[in-house]
């Protein structure tokens, strides 16, 4: 933006029409973008270049790749918004019975986080983007492990989550466990347990 500011500051005149476009729906899944691709093609505009938010100028994408890279954004992560209840008939705290809900969520929030669900794997754009970093890792090792992905990719696939979450999110769908409520009181045991969670859809733009 401050880039565009100082343009027009100095009254620059583009070669070809410059279209900026903001859509509010992007986070959920709304229609937003799809409403200006229909106007700009009611018009007549057939673009020569689409440029997306991409992936920024990152400082140091990840340890012992020292420096700065431009990251080209290809993932699309979809999201769903998940609540999970457990029910039982509750009861006074003075007389605890065992599984109650509370116990049920919480040994399933334990559960996928120590199983996850989703399956990770490394996807050919992902496994492109290491053998460009390889040359600029700073250790032999890195250099020989990223430029060999085709030996290395399992091993990668099973460190990478450990390395960064950021990392770990390239690879598969991901589950944040975000909101949780039981009973209103100390001493009353809940009728129901309810917690709510976050996926981001793993898939690669088309």
């Not at 027009?8 to 476009?21: E, G, K, T």
């Not at 986070?27 to 938010?53: F, I, M, Q, S, T």
Request: hydrophobic share 40%; proline share 5%; with cysteine.
């Amino acid at each position: 933006m401050k880039l565009s500011r100082n343009l027009l500051r100095i009254n620059y005149v583009p070669a070809n029409d410059v279209y900026l476009s903001s859509s509010c729906t992007e986070e959920w899944a709304g229609d937003g973008c799809g409403k200006l691709v229909k106007e700009l093609k009611k018009r007549g505009v057939r673009p020569y270049l689409v440029c997306d938010e991409g992936g920024g100028i990152i400082t140091d994408p990840m340890g012992g790749i020292p420096g700065n890279f431009a990251m080209v954004g290809l993932f699309e992560k979809g999201k769903a918004d998940v609540k999970f209840t457990a029910a039982s008939n509750g009861g006074h705290a003075s007389t605890p019975v065992k599984n109650s809900p509370l116990a049920r969520i919480s040994a399933f929030v334990d559960d996928v986080e120590t199983h996850s669900p989703f399956k990770a794997k490394m996807s050919k754009e992902v496994e492109r983007m290491f053998n460009t970093l390889a040359p600029y890792a700073s250790s032999f090792g890195l250099r020989y492990i990223f430029g060999n992905t085709w030996l290395f990719k399992p091993l990668l696939v099973k460190l990478m989550p450990s390395i960064s979450a950021q990392a770990g999110a390239m690879l598969k769908t991901t589950i944040a466990f975000t909101m949780a409520s039981g009973s209103d009181a100390y001493n009353v045991m809940p009728q129901e347990a309810t917690l709510g969670a976050t996926c981001v859809l793993f898939r690669i733009r088309a």
